[in-house]
Structure formats: structure tokens, C-alpha cells
């Protein structure tokens, strides 16, 4: 089985701060990881994913995330935060015989500050 | 244009209903999934269906059925509604095994009152 464990259900930042959103996983097989973003009263929006090959990935907005095996960590960085963040990010895992399956993490309320 | 399309955006009614979620994508994907999310954002997996075929069926009450009349499309009837129903669901699709991310639908706001 898998899990997505993320660290701290609320963030909160200030306009122009270093944004940190930490992701651990759990999977006995190789992990497909991803991050979404919800905004509110919306869908979720892929903003990057690792599958195979270079660790660090960048996605949309500015984004960017680093897969650390050893760690079993993905967390989710952006160098200085905009007020159009304010939003809930979601950390989930698939891969092996998950059918696809994603599993996700209870997701991290992201507050920026003026 | 639309990728995955879900209707109704809101729906409301009353314990004992019977009431249907429609999904539509436009992507070609191989593989449609419905997900819940409940009150404290909480998604979790209900089915997922490859080619009309269902591949994932989570532990989801036999009220809920989906019908995949064939790939483009998934919906989501759910019979006797209870209050514990309401949530969010959302559908999504993906190429065959998902591992290359899903695209979500806007969601479905479902109240049992």
C-alpha cells in the first residue's frame, strides 16, 4: 500500500517569501509523485510530477520539486510567493500495480500575507 | 474547451433521492476515475474504469454505481442518498495507468439535506 503524508495543514507566508510545502511517501515500489493545486470552489490542476529521471522537476508557476529517495520526500518549493498561491495543495503518490491509483495527502492550506 | 466536464455543478436534494453525476472528456484518455472529497478535503479514490472496463472499485456502498457507456464517458448514479453522501466528487481521466497524472474535473457539490 501507499501513503502521502503532509507536514502541516496550514502554511502561511508573507508576499515574496520562500514557500515550503513538505511531502513524505510511502511506496514499496518505484513512486509516480505529483503535486495539485486546488483554489477554492475548484478542481485540482497538476502543477509538476516526477516519474522517472532528473529529481529536481519545475511545473507551473514557478514551482519546483525535489524527489529524494533516501528521504522518501517531495517537497514542493517556490522562491518567492505571490499572493495568487493562497490556495490548498495536494501531494500524492501512485505507481507498481496501483492501476493508477492515486493516493493522496489531507493536503496543506497555503495563507500568503500582504 | 472543456477537458473533463462534469455535471451538475451543484446539486441538491433531499434523503432517499436517487441522482446521477455525468462526465465527459475530450483528451482521448484511456482511463476515467471518480474520487470523493469530503468535509475536511479528504480525497479518496471510488472507481476507476479503463476502455468501459472497471479496474478499481474501492470500498463505496453498492448505492453507488458507475456506467461507463464507453470511454469518452463515465457516470456516477447514486441510489437512496443519505446525508453522509455530501461531498465533492470529482471526476478524472488519465492514459492508460495514471502514472503520468490525471486531469481533473471542476467537481460535483453534492448536499443531502
Known amino acids: 500500500a501507499q501513503s502521502v503524508t503532509q507536514l502541516g495543514s496550514h502554511v502561511s507566508v508573507s508576499e515574496g517569501a520562500l514557500v515550503l510545502l513538505r511531502c513524505n511517501y510511502s511506496s514499496s515500489v518505484p513512486p509516480y509523485l505529483f503535486w495539485y493545486v486546488q483554489y477554492p470552489n475548484q478542481g485540482l490542476q497538476l502543477l509538476l510530477k516526477?516519474?522517472?529521471?532528473?529529481?529536481l522537476v519545475k511545473g507551473i508557476n514557478g514551482f519546483e520539486a525535489e524527489f529524494k529517495k533516501s528521504e522518501t520526500s517531495f517537497h514542493l518549493t517556490k522562491p518567492s510567493a505571490h499572493m495568487s498561491d493562497a490556495a490548498e495543495y495536494f501531494c500524492a503518490v501512485t505507481g507498481g500495480t496501483s492501476y493508477g491509483k492515486l493516493t493522496f495527502g489531507q493536503g496543506t492550506i497555503l495563507t500568503v500575507h500582504p | 474547451d472543456t477537458a473533463v466536464s462534469q455535471t451538475p455543478k451543484y446539486l441538491v436534494t433531499q434523503m432517499g433521492n436517487d441522482k446521477s453525476i455525468k462526465c465527459e472528456q475530450n483528451l482521448g484518455h484511456d482511463t476515467m476515475y471518480w474520487y470523493k472529497q469530503d468535509s475536511k478535503k479528504f480525497l479518496k479514490i471510488m472507481f476507476s474504469?479503463?476502455?468501459?472496463?472497471?479496474?478499481i472499485n474501492e470500498t463505496v456502498p453498492n448505492r453507488f454505481s458507475p456506467k461507463s457507456p464507453d470511454k469518452a464517458h463515465l457516470n456516477l448514479h447514486i441510489n437512496s442518498l443519505e446525508l453522509g453522501d455530501s461531498a465533492v466528487y470529482f471526476c478524472?481521466?488519465?492514459?492508460?495507468?495514471?502514472?503520468?497524472?490525471?486531469?481533473f474535473g471542476s467537481g460535483t457539490r453534492l448536499t443531502v439535506v
Open positions: 516526477y516519474t522517472t529521471g532528473a529529481t
Open positions: 474504469y479503463n476502455n468501459k472496463e472497471l479496474i
Open positions: 478524472a481521466s488519465s492514459q492508460w495507468d495514471g502514472n503520468y497524472g490525471y486531469t
